[in-house]
């Protein structure tokens, strides 16, 4: 009887530790999996918006994972940051604007970008909706609210002077990132600088309509308004890093666009508690994107050379930039 009990005794030890051992295996295996996973950081072009969210439907469903990688998504802290730290290597990737990596490439800073995200400007004139102003020749005589960037004093002149009107007749008045309060107060009659998707929907919740004025229709080269930017050090060093990169947020991107309320409710749980999110702003703002980060015939992110060669030559022609930029250096396909 005795020796029963010990043989019973024995193999449920041995049992115990047979699972112990498998345990302790699964947790190993575990381990290992997430420290083959290999850190990527990006830096956002602003706080979490609605043209992020491809990047966190991505986290979220484990594609980034899937390509064996752990993205770490930042933001910036000042609006100059992602470029800066970009070409510094600090970070491994951005989002910035296409004007803007050509504008770093006309001063010697080695940045490329990788992949057009929304294909067409953003930054929109906007003018109140019962104002006299109809087309950029009207501006004549009135004042034009802007954050102080050379970009946004390039694309009013063109606009002005493709319509027939004199920029030297236009009062620019620098409000800063102040833009709703400049026109809602009636500070200034007109905007630049502000995004269809953002300001517009706002100053239109707040009771101040406008109409925009499309810069593309007006002289101004049809841009990329945000691009995926990344060292040239690192590109030649890492390039199979940034295809999977590129793998993980289409199959996001893909998924946005077949699933937009679900993309939605995954953006608005990665908020940022110190710029919350207005859902109704961010569908609104989601449902007027999609259509424009797409290309009919090439994959999410391709990236037209003519574009590049484009925008090039009107950044030096406006004198924005004072060398010409190579347009080819300046972007790739991956």
């Known amino acids: 009887m005795k020796k029963n009990l010990l043989l019973m005794i024995s193999a449920l030890l041995l049992m115990l530790s047979a699972c112990g051992q498998s345990e302790k295996a699964v947790s190993n295996g575990k381990q290992d999996s997430e420290e083959k996973l290999q850190k990527v950081t990006l830096m956002l072009d602003w706080y979490p918006n ?3 969210s491809f990047l966190y439907v991505a986290e979220e469903k484990g594609y980034f994972k899937e390509q064996g990688l752990d993205v770490e998504i930042q933001m910036p802290a000042d609006t100059n940051d992602p470029l800066r730290l970009v070409a510094a290597d600090k970070i491994d990737m951005a989002i910035s604007y296409q004007p803007q990596v050509l504008v770093a490439r006309g001063e010697d800073i080695p940045v490329v970008s990788f992949a057009a995200l929304v294909r067409h400007p953003l930054n929109q004139l906007m003018v109140p909706t019962n104002g006299d102003i109809q087309s950029p020749k009207d501006l004549e005589g009135k004042s034009i609210g802007y954050p102080s960037i ?17 920029y030297d007749k236009v009062k620019m008045v620098d409000v800063g990132w102040d833009l709703i309060p400049a026109i809602a107060t009636k500070n200034t009659d007109a905007l630049i600088g502000a995004y269809i998707n953002h300001e517009k929907l706002l100053l239109e919740k707040e009771g101040h309509p406008v109409r925009t004025i499309n810069p593309v229709d007006y002289g101004v080269p049809d841009y990329y308004e945000l691009v995926l930017v990344a060292s040239e050090n690192a590109l030649k060093e890492n390039a199979d890093v940034f295809k999977k990169f590129i793998a993980a947020i ?6 946005v666009v077949e699933h937009p309320k679900e993309a939605l409710s995954i953006l608005l749980n990665h908020e940022n508690q110190s710029s919350p999110l207005d859902e109704d702003i961010e569908s609104k703002s989601l449902e007027m994107l999609l259509p424009l980060m797409h290309s009919n015939n090439q994959p999410f992110g391709y990236q037209d050379p003519s574009t590049w060669e484009n925008v090039a030559q009107w950044l030096y022609e406006t004198k924005v930039i004072k060398k010409k930029a190579t347009a080819e250096e300046a972007f790739i396909n991956l």
Not at 154 to 163: C, F, G, N
Not at 250 to 255: F, L, R
């Open 150 to 166: 050379p970009l946004n004093e390039a694309i009013i002149q063109t606009m002005i002077e493709s319509d027939g009107g004199k």
């Open 50 to 52: 609605a043209v992020h």
């Open 250 to 255: 289409t199959k996001g991107q893909n998924d």
